[in-house]
T-cell receptor, first 113, second 112 residues
Framework: KAGVTQTPRYLIKTRGQQVTLSCSPI?????VSWYQQTPGQGLQFLFE???????NKGNFPGRFSGRQFSNSRSEMNVSTLELGDSALYLC????????????FGPGTRLLVL | GENVEQHPSTLSVQEGDSAVIKCTYS??????FPWYKQELGKGPQLIID?????GEKKDQRIAVTLNKTAKHFSLHITETQPEDSAVYFC???????????FGRGTSLIVHP
């Protein structure tokens, strides 16, 4: 079974631009969560989608948004990029809300200049 | 909300030694405790997990113990090898609709 895939793997953007990251969950998984990972803050939860609905949201500004499609694929968007948005963005999928085990993708490394 | 503390932040051992990483959690309702290993340039990978109705679980050189009364759980790696070098994360979850809370990670370095 194929794992969680994320595209692109690397991105370089400049301040003020916007970016869209994509995540394809493991086949059959309906829950997709997004995390921001930085050396200083560790793994921080952004939001979780289940059946195209945002069910949980972390403590991030409104510049961070996401969506999920009917095939469970998910995208996250960051508008008006800031230098502090430079991080590894990880996507994790799980079977459904009752299945706690999350499986992570390789991440997208975003560098904001 | 749930708070997970993980220690140590860095652990350096010689090949063949054992390594122990400890985590404590605050919410007594947490009932699922996974451990992840993250190698350089990769996403975290689940290596072992334990549920609250079990005190210990083993998988070859890796074991996890859980003390629900004290609200702490530990990862034990025996006969460490250089390929065990990575960052290890613990997490605690209440299951259902709850998102897991992660520890800050432990960088394990195994010297040949």
């Amino acid at each position: 079974k194929a794992g969680v895939t994320q595209t692109p793997r690397y991105l370089i953007k400049t301040r003020g631009q916007q970016v869209t990251l994509s995540c394809s969950p493991i086949s059959g998984h309906r829950s997709v969560s997004w995390y921001q990972q930085t050396p200083g803050q560790g793994l921080q939860f952004l939001f979780e989608y289940f059946s195209e609905t945002q069910r949980n949201k972390g403590n991030f500004p409104g510049r961070f948004s996401g969506r999920q499609f009917s095939n469970s694929r998910s995208e996250m968007n960051v508008s008006t990029l800031e230098l502090g948005d430079s991080a590894l963005y990880l996507c994790a999928s799980s079977w459904d809300r009752g299945e706690e085990t999350q499986y992570f993708g390789p991440g997208t490394r975003l560098l904001v200049l | 909300g749930e708070n997970v503390e993980q220690h140590p932040s860095t652990l350096s051992v010689q090949e063949g030694d054992s390594a122990v990483i400890k985590c404590t959690y605050s919410d007594s309702a947490s009932n699922y405790f996974p451990w992840y290993k993250q190698e350089l340039g990769k996403g975290p990978q689940l290596i072992i997990d334990i549920r609250s109705n079990v005190g210990e679980k083993k998988d070859q050189r890796i074991a996890v113990t859980l003390n629900k009364t004290a609200k702490h759980f530990s990862l034990h790696i025996t006969e460490t090898q250089p390929e065990d070098s990575a960052v290890y994360f613990c997490a605690a979850s209440k299951g259902g609709s709850y998102i897991p809370t992660f520890g800050r990670g432990t960088s394990l370095i195994v010297h040949p």
